[in-house]
């Protein structure tokens, strides 16, 4: 079997990112990197996401924010090499405080004047009593009372789907970088372009704050609390709390204990019948799906729940399987209403839960329906298509989507609670010559001292060519002893008192590199 087809096996990575991994990194660093234009006077490039899910979520902000997540998961297999992951977040990051990161905040003022015109399909997403005279979800509505106009997206009373999310995105990027930033200023952009200033750590402050007055929830759109939407705002706190050791995320779990009582109903059997969609609190109306498609309501809650109160999400996991029958071996899921948004998190769910029966079952129709593919001029991006009949692949889908090919179970949920940081002793790698070369791989073992580098052709027609990058932080570094592919390796100089350059050919490389140490910890791995 060859390397390629190895590593295509859905769902089960190796020791190193698998080639759709690597192949979704690819298309990652396009997106990211490609300059665009994100001003009032440009438009984003068309392969973000800005058309999944309207009305509520076709704004290419989503598209941002969801990107980052399988960032820190790639890290468990790399975390040696994190430049091209900085890289990413920081452009993430850089196009989610400008005019189109907040673009519906900054355009959608007011009470919208075509609510009486909405589709049918939008109507299905609004209590029936206030069809004709009620916003839908998606428009903010900035100006209404009792809130007036507030341009600030971040210190809005609502909208706290926007600071959240980049609440989050700035935990990944410090997580992933491992740099201090919490105190740096970040400019955003607001009604009118007008630019105001936050750090990360006010931000976090401010969301917390908000949670400990609102024990409902703050609310996103003027005036809609969407536990979807609260739970990602808790799981950004959540990250803050693992990076810096505060305790902003202590507000979070009295929502959690107000939504069991107020935002979830059961039927007199104990099965799932209503979860609130949204809540209204000036209208004091709970919006739900019908019937099974409850189960809808509740399922994107999951990804950000589950590293919060794994118990909680798991119990509404299986309230919502049972509920649509995607557990149940006997009821085929190619008759039911297949939504590949809840599939994609229900299969991440059922990884993350060992529910091998239903990942099993989801993980069928995903590479029967979803069209994995590796496209682009040299075949090594990768995404799956979803059914869609597009020139670029969905981002908001495929980012939940490649979490269950990137990592094993448990590496989200380690994110947040058992957070691995840099250590400054440890060997990394730097000056990495990405999208050239590629690295599936790069670990150290300090027992042993050693570090353990794979590497490719991330640009396949670059394979052969020479590169160079450098290893920082070796004790020692005269004294290390390196083989490639298994041979002794020459091509190496040192460059100062603790690095090395390590010359090659851009291609699939095994390269072991040890480095001087004491034995203790190799006597003990020994015994």
């Not at 704050?209 to 799981?235: D, M, Y």
């Not at 090919?405 to 990495?432: D, K, T």
């Not at 991330?458 to 450098?470: I, K, L, V, Y």
Request: hydrophobic residues 35%; contains cysteine.
């Amino acid at each position: 079997m060859s390397r390629r087809a190895e590593t295509l096996v859905a769902g089960k990575p190796a020791a190193g990112l698998n080639d759709r991994t690597l192949g979704w990194l690819r298309f990652m660093w396009d997106k990211a990197t490609t300059d665009d234009d994100w001003s009032d006077l440009g438009e984003p490039h068309a392969w973000w996401d800005r058309y999944s899910v309207p009305p509520m979520c076709a704004f290419p902000r989503f598209d941002v924010a969801y990107m980052g997540y399988v960032l820190p998961l790639m890290l468990e297999a790399t975390p040696a090499w994190r430049e091209a992951y900085t890289r990413i977040a920081d452009e993430l990051i850089r196009r989610y405080v400008s005019f189109w990161g907040a673009v519906d905040w900054c355009t959608l003022i007011g009470p919208d004047p075509g609510v009486d015109r909405y589709p049918p399909e939008w109507l299905a997403n609004i209590p029936e009593p206030l069809r004709g005279r009620y916003a839908m979800p998606g428009w903010t509505g900035n100006g209404v009372e009792p809130w007036g106009l507030q341009p600030d997206p971040v210190g809005a009373d609502g909208n706290l789907f926007y600071r959240g999310w980049l609440n989050l995105l700035l935990g990944i990027r410090r997580y992933v970088s491992d740099e201090p930033g919490e105190g740096r200023p970040l400019d955003i952009t607001g009604y009118q372009n007008r630019q105001f200033t936050w750090t990360h750590k006010r931000m976090a402050e401010f969301i917390s704050a908000q949670f400990r007055t609102r024990p409902q929830g703050p609310h996103c759109e003027n005036t809609k609390i969407w536990p979807f939407c609260v739970s990602a705002a808790g799981l950004g706190l959540k990250l803050y709390d693992a990076l810096f050791g505060t305790t902003l995320h202590e507000p979070f779990p009295r929502w959690v204990d107000y939504a069991r009582r107020h935002y979830i109903s059961l039927t007199r059997t104990g099965e799932l019948d209503t979860f609130a969609f949204y809540y209204d609190p000036v209208e004091q109306r709970r919006m739900s799906l019908p019937g099974p498609l409850v189960a809808y309501d509740a399922l994107p809650c999951l990804l950000y729940l589950y590293p919060q109160d794994r118990e909680f999400a798991a119990w509404l996991y299986e309230l919502s399987m049972r509920r649509l029958g995607w557990n149940d071996p006997d009821e085929p899921l190619s008759k039911l209403d297949l939504d590949p948004h809840q599939l994609c998190t229900a299969l991440w769910m059922a990884r993350e839960v060992g529910d091998t029966g239903t990942e099993d079952r989801i993980r069928a129709i995903a590479e029967r329906d979803f069209q994995p593919r590796f496209f682009g001029e040299e075949n090594d991006r990768f995404a799956f298509w979803f059914g869609y009949d597009s020139t670029w692949p969905r981002g908001q889908l495929n980012a939940t989507m490649m979490l269950t090919e990137c990592a094993g179970p448990g590496a989200w949920w380690r994110v947040f609670n058992e957070p691995q940081p840099a250590s400054a002793s440890e060997p990394v790698l730097r000056g990495i010559d990405y999208p050239s070369i590629g690295v599936r791989r790069a670990q150290n073992d300090m027992a042993r001292h050693v570090l353990t580098i794979e590497t490719t052709a991330a640009t396949p027609s670059r394979r052969g060519d020479p590169t160079s990058f450098t290893i920082d932080r070796l004790p020692g570094p005269a004294e290390v002893s390196i083989t490639v592919d298994g041979h002794d390796w020459s091509g190496w100089h040192v460059t100062s008192g603790n690095s090395i350059q390590l010359d090659l050919d851009i291609g699939e490389h095994q390269i072991r590199i040890a480095f001087p140490g004491d034995g203790s910890g190799e006597r003990e791995s020994r015994a």
